[in-house]
C-alpha cells in the first residue's frame, strides 16, 4: 500500500518569501512522486515529478522539490513567491505494480499575500 | 481548445435521480481516469480505463458506474443520487507507456451538488 501526508493543509505567506510546502510519502515498493497544483476553479495541472536520477527535480514556474529517500519526503519549494502562486499543491505518489494507481495526498493551500 | 472538457460544469440535483458527467479529451490518450475531490480529503480515485474494452474499480466506485463509449469518451454515472456524494469531479487522461511514470491531464471539474 502507498500513502502520503502532506503537512500543513494551509500556509499563508506574503510576496517574495521563500516557501516550503511538505510532504511525506509511504510505499512498499520503489515510488514515483508528482507534485499538482490547482489555481482557482479549475482543474489540476503538473508542476514536476520525480522519476530516477537527480533527487532535485526542477518544475514550471520556478518550483524545485527534493527527494530524500531516508526522510521518505519529497518537499516542494520556491526562493521566492508571487501572488499568483496562490493555490492548492497536491502532493501524489505511484508504486508501480501493472495497474497504475495515483495516491494524492489532502492538498495545501499556499495564499500568497500582499 | 481544451484538452480534456467535462460536461456540465456545475449540476444541482435530488436524491435518488440518475446521473451523467461526461468527459471528452482530444489529446489521443488511450487512459482515462475518473477522481472525486473533497474539501480536506485530497482526490480518490473512482473508475479508470486504459482502453475502451478496459474498466477497472478505484478505491470509492460504490454507488458510481462508468461507460467508455469510445477513445476520446468516458462518462461517470450515478445511479441513484446520494447527498454524500456531492463533491467536486475530475476527469483525467494518460499516454500508454510506462504506467507509473504517466503525467494525467486533468479536465477542469464538474461541481456536483445532491440535495
Known amino acids: 500500500a502507498q500513502s502520503v501526508t502532506q503537512l500543513d493543509s494551509q500556509v499563508p505567506v506574503f510576496e517574495e518569501a521563500p516557501v516550503e510546502l511538505r510532504c511525506n510519502y509511504s510505499s512498499s515498493v520503489s515510488v514515483y512522486l508528482f507534485w499538482y497544483v490547482q489555481y482557482p476553479n479549475q482543474g489540476l495541472q503538473l508542476l514536476l515529478k520525480y522519476l530516477s536520477g537527480s533527487t532535485l527535480v526542477k518544475g514550471i514556474n520556478g518550483f524545485e522539490a527534493e527527494f530524500n529517500k531516508s526522510q521518505t519526503s519529497f518537499h516542494l519549494r520556491k526562493p521566492s513567491v508571487h501572488i499568483s502562486d496562490t493555490a492548492e499543491y497536491f502532493c501524489?505518489?505511484?508504486?508501480?505494480?501493472?495497474?497504475?494507481?495515483?495516491?494524492f495526498g489532502k492538498g495545501t493551500l499556499l495564499t500568497v499575500n500582499p | 481548445d481544451a484538452d480534456v472538457t467535462q460536461t456540465p460544469r456545475n449540476r444541482i440535483t435530488k436524491t435518488g435521480k440518475r446521473i451523467m458527467l461526461e468527459c471528452s479529451q482530444t489529446?489521443?490518450?488511450?487512459?482515462m481516469y475518473w477522481y472525486r475531490q473533497d474539501p480536506g480529503l485530497g482526490l480518490r480515485l473512482i473508475y479508470y480505463s486504459f482502453d475502451v474494452k478496459d474498466i477497472n474499480k478505484g478505491e470509492i466506485s460504490d454507488g458510481y458506474s462508468v461507460s467508455r463509449q469510445a477513445q476520446a469518451k468516458f462518462s461517470l454515472s450515478l445511479e441513484s443520487a446520494i447527498p454524500n456524494q456531492t463533491a467536486l469531479y475530475f476527469c483525467a487522461t494518460s499516454e500508454t507507456g510506462t504506467s507509473m511514470t504517466d503525467t494525467q491531464y486533468f479536465g477542469p471539474g464538474t461541481r456536483l451538488t445532491v440535495l
Open positions: 501524489a505518489v505511484s508504486g508501480g505494480g501493472s495497474n497504475y494507481k495515483l495516491t
Open positions: 489529446k489521443g490518450h488511450d487512459r
